[in-house]
T-cell receptor, first 110, second 114 residues
Framework: EDQVTQSPEALRLQEGESSSLNCSYTVSGLRGLFWYRQDPGKGPEFLFTLYSAGEEKEKERLKATLTKKESFLHITAPKPEDSATYLCAVQESGYNKLIFGAGTRLAVHP | DGGITQSPKYLFRKEGQNVTLSCEQNLNHDAMYWYRQDPGQGLRLIYYSQIVNDFQKGDIAEGYSVSREKKESFPLTVTSAQKNPTAFYLC?????????????FGEGSWLTVV
């Protein structure tokens, strides 16, 4: 069965303490891997799309990377405003369906 | 501003009652989607539409219905057949229904059964 697993489930960091979130996936054909940020009670906000192994994308303190089996979201020197749930989703070949992981809840403390 | 507007933000449903969640987008996107989010779980696809007057069931369509009469609008009706409707509902859209296109989300609607 196609699956997307995110780890850890929750992560607590001190301000400035860099870390990485993981998204592992098992789909028969990957068309794209998406990262979203979701604040409590809000809709997911698009961050990155990765299409092929080896691809990397950056935005401010965030950097997303992709291999054939997993993706990492690296957070460098995080600030409290980076606190949110980060969602990973995988798009299967053939149509536009997204398979979502359960997310990683990130809390950054001053 | 361009975006996806969902209403109402909060909705309460009585047992046996049908309710409709509104979703409007002004992004000129062809494809629209409805997802359901429960605590500790990933988003699950209810219905999607790749073009006006056409829609397909997602993974958890039972107890829900949709229509797509206009490109801008994709309302979701939660029927009395949906036994556990309390959840956060998210509407989304993308340029086309073909894979590789980014899906953008609205702000969500909370539905609670009372």
């Amino acid at each position: 069965e196609d699956q997307v697993t995110q780890s850890p489930e929750a992560l607590r960091l001190q301000e400035g303490e860099s870390s990485s979130l993981n998204c592992s996936y098992t789909v028969s054909g990957l068309r794209g891997l998406f990262w979203y940020r979701q604040d409590p009670g809000k809709g997911p906000e698009f961050l990155f799309t990765l299409y092929s192994a080896g691809e990397e994308k950056e935005k401010e303190r965030l950097k997303a990377t992709l291999t054939k089996k997993e993706s990492f979201l690296h957070i460098t020197a995080p600030k409290p405003e980076d606190s949110a749930t980060y969602l990973c989703a995988v798009q299967e070949s053939g149509y536009n369906k997204l398979i979502f992981g359960a997310g990683t809840r990130l809390a950054v403390h001053p | 501003d361009g975006g996806i507007t969902q209403s109402p933000k909060y909705l309460f449903r009585k047992e046996g009652q049908n309710v409709t969640l509104s979703c409007e987008q002004n992004l000129n996107h062809d494809a629209m989607y409805w997802y359901r989010q429960d605590p500790g779980q990933g988003l699950r696809l209810i219905y999607y539409s790749q073009i006006v007057n056409d829609f397909q069931k997602g993974d958890i369509a039972e107890g829900y219905s949709v229509s797509r009469e206009k490109k801008e609008s994709f309302p979701l009706t939660v029927t009395s057949a949906q036994k556990n409707p309390t959840a956060f509902y998210l509407c989304a859209s993308s340029i086309t229904g073909f894979s590789g296109n980014t899906i953008y989300f609205g702000e969500g609607s909370w539905l609670t059964v009372v």
